[in-house]
């Protein structure tokens, strides 16, 4: 994704957030308007609907962005690529930071379903498919891409919406490192199901959707053992997060705001030990929250998973 990133084509900024186009979109939304010519009687329809298309997935991309920021995460980019849409996203490393962040993507299209259902009835009410065959057709279709882009999201295979809410809840229980290795494992046999079933229809795209989920999961995993191995670390006693009581690992996991040294924060007492910089607020590496590192101590400590 990196990659894709710098090939991408800045459109606009929104409330903070950059959204950008990759070029190979106008490639493949020219064979998709092509393919469905005979839909419309004039293609300006169909490129209508191609674009209906892709404002829904921005929108619901936005919703993404817009939830993480509620969390305290960062959120300022949104790549449109053919399989879809990227929202660049980092919230909190906790389960509720993360759940709603995830969710708030398919919560638009939730959103925008009576709206389009009732502009779909009053259109067949209206008589619009004598009338205005065209606009008809655009609402129906739009109103059915909206339901399927909501349905396809919610399937329980990471790293779609539905496998990170899964993992989002899973991660209550079984904690961060856990919760990705049992969504990423679903994720596999998710895969294993729509590469048969894109065989069995001849469906390119889902083939190619179904590879995309394979690299991320095998991604997915590969993190998974990373937090695995990150919670296994040797910790300091005698710290504490205020917020979650985990106590800190041994190491140079901080990095000063200001030369980008990376230092044990929790050794010079938050400050930078090759610019001499002090960083007032201490960020745990389990939860995400930032406090003094003053008031790490003094808590009770909890090992985390």
């Given at each position: 994704?990196?990659?894709?990133?710098k090939?991408?084509?800045?459109?606009?900024?929104?409330?903070?957030?950059d959204v950008?186009?990759?070029?190979?979109?106008?490639?493949v939304?020219?064979?998709?308007?092509?393919?469905?010519?005979?839909?419309?009687?004039?293609?300006?329809?169909?490129?209508l609907?191609?674009?209906?298309?892709?404002?829904?997935?921005t929108?619901?991309?936005?919703?993404?962005?817009?939830?993480?920021?509620?969390?305290g995460?960062k959120?300022?980019?949104?790549?449109?690529?053919?399989?879809?849409?990227?929202?660049y996203?980092?919230?909190?490393?906790?389960?509720?930071?993360t759940?709603?962040?995830i969710?708030?993507?398919?919560?638009?299209?939730?959103?925008l379903?009576?709206?389009?259902?009732?502009?779909?009835?009053?259109?067949?009410?209206?008589?619009?498919?004598?009338?205005m065959?065209?606009?008809?057709?655009?609402?129906?279709?739009?109103?059915?891409?909206?339901?399927?882009?909501?349905?396809?999201?919610?399937?329980?295979?990471?790293?779609?919406?539905?496998?990170?809410?899964l993992r989002?809840l899973?991660?209550f229980?079984?904690?961060?490192?856990?919760?990705?290795?049992?969504?990423?494992?679903?994720?596999?046999?998710g895969?294993?199901?729509?590469l048969?079933?894109?065989?069995?229809t001849?469906?390119?795209?889902?083939?190619?959707?179904?590879?995309?989920?394979?690299?991320?999961?095998?991604?997915?995993?590969q993190?998974?053992?990373?937090?695995?191995?990150?919670?296994?670390?040797?910790?300091?006693?005698?710290?504490?997060?205020?917020?979650?009581?985990s106590?800190?690992?041994?190491?140079?996991?901080?990095?000063?705001?200001?030369?980008?040294?990376?230092?044990?924060?929790?050794?010079?007492?938050?400050?930078?030990?090759?610019?001499?910089?002090?960083?007032?607020?201490?960020?745990?590496?389990?939860?995400?929250?930032?406090?003094?590192?003053?008031?790490?101590?003094?808590?009770?400590?909890?090992?985390p998973?």
């Amino acid at each position: 994704m990196a990659n894709f990133r710098k090939q991408s084509i800045h459109l606009f900024r929104l409330a903070g957030i950059d959204v950008s186009l990759h070029w190979s979109w106008f490639l493949v939304a020219l064979y998709e308007i092509s393919a469905r010519s005979g839909s419309y009687s004039s293609p300006i329809w169909n490129v209508l609907e191609y674009l209906a298309l892709f404002a829904i997935v921005t929108m619901h991309e936005f919703g993404h962005a817009l939830a993480c920021r509620q969390t305290g995460g960062k959120a300022d980019h949104i790549m449109l690529w053919p399989l879809g849409g990227v929202a660049y996203v980092n919230p909190p490393p906790r389960p509720g930071a993360t759940l709603w962040s995830i969710a708030a993507g398919p919560l638009v299209n939730v959103a925008l379903y009576p709206v389009l259902l009732a502009l779909s009835l009053w259109s067949r009410s209206q008589g619009w498919a004598l009338t205005m065959p065209n606009v008809y057709t655009l609402v129906q279709t739009v109103a059915f891409i909206n339901i399927v882009l909501l349905v396809f999201n919610l399937l329980p295979i990471y790293p779609l919406d539905g496998g990170q809410i899964l993992r989002s809840l899973l991660w209550f229980g079984l904690g961060r490192a856990r919760s990705l290795g049992v969504a990423t494992a679903i994720g596999f046999a998710g895969v294993v199901a729509m590469l048969g079933f894109a065989f069995w229809t001849k469906d390119f795209w889902l083939g190619l959707i179904a590879i995309f989920v394979l690299m991320s999961c095998w991604g997915g995993l590969q993190q998974a053992r990373a937090l695995s191995r990150f919670a296994k670390l040797p910790r300091r006693a005698e710290f504490a997060c205020p917020a979650c009581k985990s106590s800190p690992p041994l190491g140079a996991f901080w990095k000063c705001s200001h030369c980008q040294t990376r230092y044990d924060t929790f050794l010079t007492q938050a400050v930078c030990p090759h610019c001499g910089a002090h960083e007032a607020m201490t960020q745990c590496a389990d939860c995400g929250r930032s406090s003094p590192v003053g008031d790490w101590s003094g808590h009770t400590i909890l090992s985390p998973r």
